[in-house]
């Protein structure tokens, strides 16, 4: 063997053979402290159970998830989900000519609010590295969609004609009645109204990425972020100037927190 080869060859060797050295104790540290783990961080789970709040592009939104765990890359869930849902264009404005009025939408039609429920998946991306830190999932969901129309109702003044002349009278009326007032003093309770409430079907689909940093495996703490498109053929108008709105297109935001465990 070339001489001048002899010194870089010794010097390899001492290098493996430290790397070695260095490795085989870390890997029994490594193995010794995933033997120290809590029983329940060790177990596979086969259930996954998650409530998440969120704010959208339209209002907000409170939901509960029921999931199986298929394999460690896989969970199927059904959600069910309760929203409110606002117009873009809605804008609050106050009467300041009159004394004591109250806050209106000008041009409401309906207060909106959607039920949701629907199945779909979570693919993980990213795992999670063995000392912590996050794990990437993103998600598909599809449903159906249930939109509740409780009309918007108006403090108004409104000349009512006699005999003798006009009587002032203040009534709560719809924005479809607008024809007839003179002036709006605010908004009426949300408790009018309520008997009127309408249905409208629809359906519903999203798409979203979460991004889990829960510390123990049988707590699950994430930050999801989704787009869910909205539609609803009978109509789901807000606003008086989109009566005709049935497609709705929303950007949600939500924490969510639950429990992974078996079910025997």
């Known amino acids: 063997m070339n001489a001048h080869l002899q010194p870089v060859l010794r010097i390899v060797m001492l290098m493996l053979f430290g790397a070695c050295a260095f490795l085989l104790p870390a890997q029994n540290i490594d193995i010794q402290s995933n033997d120290n783990k809590p029983l329940e961080e060790r177990i596979v789970y086969s259930r996954q159970n998650m409530t998440h709040i969120a704010i959208h592009s339209q209002g907000f939104a409170l939901g509960f998830r029921i999931g199986r765990i298929r394999t460690i890359n896989r969970t199927t869930n059904w959600e069910v989900e309760a929203a409110s849902l606002h117009a873009l264009k809605e804008i609050k404005t106050i009467n300041v000519s009159t004394y004591n009025t109250r806050p209106y939408i000008y041009g409401k039609l309906n207060n909106a609010y959607v039920l949701r429920v629907g199945y779909g998946e979570d693919r993980r991306i990213f795992g999670k590295p063995y000392w912590g830190g996050v794990e990437t999932r993103w998600s598909f969901e599809a449903g159906a969609s249930l939109a509740l129309l409780k009309p918007y109702y108006y403090y108004v003044l409104v000349y009512h004609p006699t005999s003798i002349g006009y009587d002032e009278i203040i009534e709560e009326q719809t924005f479809d009645q607008k024809d007839q007032w003179v002036d709006i003093l605010g908004k ?61 297109l929303t950007l949600h935001l939500s924490y969510n927190w639950g429990s992974r465990f078996n079910k025997y």
């Open 188 to 248: 009426a309770p949300f408790t009018k109204g309520l008997g009127q409430t309408k249905f409208s079907p629809g359906a519903h689909a999203s798409v979203g990425i979460s991004f889990e940093f829960g510390k123990s495996r049988t707590r699950v703490r994430s930050i999801n972020v989704k787009a869910v498109a909205e539609g609803f053929p009978l109509g789901a108008p807000i606003m008086d100037g989109q009566r005709n709105k049935w497609f709705y």
